[in-house]
């Protein structure tokens, strides 16, 4: 189609850390060196035929920015590379990448299984609204491959699951699972926010989609909003692409230029991330008014060895649960000085966030309880500033 998000076949050549910094820039006639930022809604055709041409597909090329833009484009093509994938698209947050898989492959009577550990919104995605339409979706435990098969119905679409889950770090085995969906002729969609492509490339362990929130290590300085989904050309052309190009959740050129020069630093800080968390994980276990920590670093995770044998590194989220509840909880947040009280995660500053009464208070007590997000439990994204300064403000309140 008119799409030139296609990746080129040029930087395949390359490692990663080239891809990260170089790959998706065709110079324009200006021969800038950084990435322009084309600020336009539409695009000028030569003739009333080029018009027609481009929209009827038969010539490549932009016809307005809901579909395409150009910077937009150097990032899709940057992150798929990165990910091993055929081909990105690019939304406006990684919400809308979520439901643009949805509406893309969902029908009314369909059904999708999904990790119970899994984003609040994301839940709420499948149940509210994909549920609105006609479309069920059953949530069964992460780490339980049993489960998976049980819950799959001829009616099942897809499985959806996040690894390492977020709040509570458990793991999922990738390449057990896709091989589950494959064997049922369904595909496995996997959100890979918290392990980015440089810790874990879910596409060659055999998912079929990767889905991003681009607002996390993408950026990773908290600036913007945006998403993105991964899959072979075909997937995409057939059934995210029309979505996005009608449904409208289009990635502004803005964002999209920040995201690239996030993704230009993503392997260096992705790196220290996971430092800086072990060392976090291993001297929260030793502190007295914890009760577990959970971080797939740690000897002590139940999924230790599946993560050192999946991923890369153990990522930069750890959250732990102190012996007292919710009180205790808020006051240890409250004695902070340094670490910043917010939601968001994956970057460069340490962030914490008391999942029950927050990111997950819109789930039910029960969904929560299931899920193991207790009173008494935080997550701390940590980020990169001196780990004795992150110690210490923690120090605080324990
Ligand atoms: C933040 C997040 C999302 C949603 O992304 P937005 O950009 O906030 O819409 C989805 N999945 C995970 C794991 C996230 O952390």
Redesign the pocket.
Known sequence: MNDKSKKTSHWDDYSFETQAIRSGHNRTHEDEHSVPIFTTSSYVFASAAEAAERFSGSQPGNIYSRFTNPTVNVFQERLALMEGGERCLAFS????A?MAVGMGLLKAGDHVVSSRS??G??VLMFQNYFGKFGVTTDFVDLTDLSAWERAITPKTQFLFL?TPS?PMMEIADIKAIAELAHAHDILLVV?N??CTPVLQKPLALGADIV?H????YLDGQGRC???AVIASDELIEKSIYPFLRTGGATMSPFNAWVFLSGLETLALRMKTHCENAAELALWLEGQPAVRQVFYPGLKSHPQHDLAAQQQAGFGGVVSFELEAGQTKAWELIDATQMISITAN?GDVKTTITHPASTTHSRLTPEARFEAGISDGLLRISVGLEDIADIKNDLSRGL
């Open positions: 947050s990684g919400m809308a979520i899994v984003f919104n994301s996040e977020n959100d926010v918290f889905v929130s681009a607002t996390k909003v945006g998403g995660l």
